[in-house]
């Protein structure tokens, strides 16, 4: 029992903690819905749509979940639903109290739920998955007849994640590898914000203590629901980290689909791996209605940049190092096919300062000895660690 309510106190205690900015008068700045996730399920989940989206239970005859498993289950399916509303810096009292009702229902729902999800192969998928897949069909369809059988499969794991099995034409992402692009852009407008209008020297550290909870949480059994809720400034900048990590997701499951349509069984190589890149840009670009091109620009250059940095993150808490370098440099590539575009100034200013911060953190992360590691990983569990909350 206390352990349930750890999950919520910790979300209350963040929506508690946000200061009252504004004036109360800017009515609709403080709270948004996002409705590419979850959120049509949790609308309709009276009429039987909900058990739909989760219709796998634990088999018959098979173990019942360990307690901690459901655990980390609950504290995922809660921090999932609840993400489909989203808490500004303007956010008043009342804006507050409404999200923490929310939170609180997300919670109720993640309760009957999480214990048959342990157990799920595959999950349905979120609303921003079908999106994606229905809009990769069509700019592909023709070209590829493969394209039309595949299949987008959803699951729980805590990874910036897609996987595609060529064989089976499937692809498997998690919920979380969209919920964490949100976050980690939210932050990254923030920090584009606080450098270039408040010309704030603290914004650096300020990024690097904000994102690390959440890069950490990727490679340590965390309660995933009580990590930060991150606040964008107002619903504006929501709305652009939201298109940010929609044109990131097209790419992240487009290069899947390069794999399906391409390549077959082989295992990837450097070569297939440009290859994908290559194809998924091209689709990111034909994509309708079209991104524009100084967003896509933005969006996969702090999309390379987070992934550099959640491997970083990775070698230094495994104290050896991956083999990250080729795929720095073929993504170096995509960059600059993009940068033949001609991309506003403001544009550019907007995505060197977001992609400079990625790289100073990258620096920092890659310059961890171990003993500051093994200090910010006890730390992390204390705070937020699965274990700690049993
Ligand atoms: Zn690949």
Redesign the pocket.
């Known amino acids: 029992m206390a352990a349930d309510e750890s999950v919520t106190e910790s979300a209350e205690a963040e929506a508690e903690a946000a200061p009252a900015v504004g004036d109360g008068s800017a009515l609709y700045q403080g709270l948004c819905w996002d409705a590419d996730g979850y959120f049509f399920w949790m609308a309709q989940r009276n009429t039987g749509q909900w058990s739909a989206a989760w219709p796998y239970l634990v088999p018959e005859g098979e173990k019942i979940p360990e307690y901690w498993e459901m655990m980390q289950a609950l504290g995922i399916v809660h921090g999932s639903l609840r993400s489909a509303l989203h808490v500004t810096m303007l956010a008043t009292d009342e804006d507050r109290e409404q999200f923490k009702q929310w939170s609180r229902l997300c919670l109720q729902i993640a309760r009957e739920h999480a214990g048959a999800l342990v157990r799920a192969d595959h999950l349905a998928v979120p609303f921003w998955a079908t999106i994606h897949d229905d809009s990769l069909k069509q700019a592909i369809g023709d070209e590829y007849a493969v394209a039309r059988d595949v299949k987008v499969f959803a699951n729980l794991e805590a990874r910036l994640y897609a996987r595609?099995y060529p064989g089976k034409r499937e692809i498997h992402v998690s919920v979380l590898t969209r919920e964490y692009l949100i976050k980690f852009n939210v932050l990254i407008w923030r920090y584009v914000w606080a450098v270039l209008e408040d010309r704030d020297n603290q914004a650096l550290p300020e990024l690097a203590s904000a994102m690390l909870p959440h890069l950490l949480s990727l490679y340590l059994d965390a309660n995933y629901s009580a990590l930060p809720v991150n606040r964008s400034r107002d619903t504006a900048m929501f709305t652009r980290a939201h298109q940010t990590s929609t044109i990131q997701m097209r790419f992240i499951i487009a290069?899947?689909y390069a794999?399906i349509v391409l390549h077959g069984d082989s295992p990837?190589t450097p070569q297939?791996?440009a290859e994908?890149d290559a194809f998924a840009l091209g689709v990111v670009l034909r994509s309708e209605p079209a991104f524009p091109v100084e967003d896509v620009h933005t969006a996969l250059s702090w999309l390379f940049g987070t992934l550099r940095l959640d491997a970083a993150l990775g070698d230094a808490l495994s104290g050896s190092s991956s083999n990250s370098r080729t795929a720095v440099i073929r993504r170096a590539d995509v960059l600059s096919r993009l940068s033949a575009e001609s991309i506003p100034a403001w544009d550019e200013a907007i995505e060197s300062t977001g992609t400079a911060g990625l790289s100073l953190l990258n620096h920092q992360f890659s310059m961890l000895d171990w003993a500051r590691v093994a200090a910010m990983r006890t730390q992390f569990l204390e705070n937020f660690g699965l274990f700690e909350h049993l």
């Open positions: 595609s290069h899947e794999h990837n297939e791996e994908a």
